[in-house]
């Protein structure tokens, strides 16, 4: 079944960016399907951050877009997202995801079907 | 504050039933599909409903999910310890144009 993994530093200092990495595995990526990222900050819910579609198309979440960035690379099997401007609120475990998506006359479908273990970053000096 | 509305939290004796609420709105729930996930911090969250109510391969019978109108419930009969986890509802919202969660529900196993 498809697996996915997170990687990036574990610590990032306030105001600078957040890089991480999503390698996914048993699945080509361009093959189709959404590819996001969520996070979930301590004692908190999840979030959804930003998706990205084989093809290119982004949808981010409108409260992050303005400091977040998604990209694919397809030859690499891999998708990765940027937080710019940290602040200790960025604080959470980021999970990468695939999303599943469908649309019909009962409205539009989409969910996370696989998932990453996540990722835990800290924004702390 | 999450868009969709859940309890904080729900507790049941072992082998008992439970059900959690999630309540949203025209734009989200009331027309658009709703899926939920069960979390365990330190894992990788798992899609238990799909499609209201659709159970992907291998979550078994014991969960199920519905919807009527502005509002779904998740379901979980002969609860088990190992069942102690965080839950999200989880759907599309047209008005704001992403997927929006709710704010979750801790279910304790007494």
């Known amino acids: 079944q498809v697996q996915l993994q997170e990687s990036g530093p574990g610590l990032v200092n306030p105001s600078e960016t957040l890089s991480l990495t999503c390698t996914v595995s048993r699945f080509s990526i361009s093959s189709g399907y959404y590819w996001g990222w969520v996070r979930r900050p301590p004692g908190k819910g999840l979030e959804f951050i930003a998706s990205?579609?084989?093809?290119?198309?982004?949808n981010y979440n409108p409260s992050l877009r303005n400091r977040v960035s998604i990209s694919a690379d397809t030859s690499k099997n891999t998708f990765s997202l940027k937080v710019r401007f940290v602040t200790a609120a960025d604080t959470a475990t980021y999970h990468c995801?695939?999303?599943?998506?469908?649309?019909?006359?009962?409205?539009?479908?989409?969910?996370?079907?696989?998932w990453g273990q996540g990722a835990l970053v800290t924004v702390s000096s | 504050q999450s868009v969709l509305t859940q309890p904080p939290s729900v507790s049941a004796a072992p082998g008992d039933k439970v059900t959690i609420s999630c309540s949203g709105n025209s734009s989200n729930i009331g027309n658009n599909y709703v899926s939920w996930y069960q979390h365990l911090p330190g894992a990788a969250p798992k899609l238990l409903i799909f499609?209201?109510?659709k159970r992907p391969s291998g979550i078994p019978d014991r969960f199920s999910g519905s919807k009527s109108g502005t509002s779904a419930t998740l379901g979980i009969t002969g609860l088990q310890t190992g069942d102690e986890a965080d839950y999200f509802c989880?759907?599309?919202?047209?008005?704001?144009?992403?997927?929006?969660f709710g704010g979750g529900t801790r279910l304790t196993v007494l």
């Open positions: 499609d209201n109510d």
């Open positions: 995801a695939r999303l599943e998506d469908d649309f019909d006359t009962g409205g539009y479908s989409f969910y996370f079907d696989y």
């Open positions: 990205i579609y084989h093809s290119g198309i982004t």
């Open positions: 989880g759907t599309w919202d047209a008005g704001l144009d992403f997927v929006v």
